[in-house]
């Protein structure tokens, strides 16, 4: 099993800049996160939904957006196990494993 933390805006959805109740699923790039969560693989949606309009604080975060990005994940048919939210607002994230969305899902 393997453990995949997916973005949420910009990545399975088109990015609304913060007018995210007007977020559109993609729906090729779900069928493939629910075909990995399929195959035994733990799924997780990862976002920063809230974080700069609330000044990074999570909590605020959750209150604001944690709800109806569920619902919103649940609408779209999306199989994951955990939504995080708190990811940092940053305009850039470097990490040693991170796969950049388009080459990930051109891959699959």
Not at 8 to 23: L, P, V
Not at 65 to 92: R, V
Request: aromatic share 14%.
């Amino acid at each position: 099993m393997k453990r995949y933390c997916f973005d949420i805006d910009g990545t399975i959805c088109n990015n609304t800049w913060g007018d995210y109740d007007e977020a559109i699923p993609n729906s090729d790039r779900i069928e493939l996160v629910n075909s990995l969560y399929d195959a035994g693989n733990y799924v997780i949606y990862f976002t920063a939904r809230g974080m700069g309009t609330c000044n990074g604080n999570i909590s605020k975060a959750y209150d604001m957006w944690g709800e109806m990005t569920e619902i919103q994940l649940s609408l779209w048919g999306c199989k994951f196990h955990q939504l995080l939210l708190g990811k940092p607002n940053a305009d850039y994230y470097i990490d040693d494993r991170c796969i950049e969305d388009r080459s990930f899902f051109n891959l699959t």
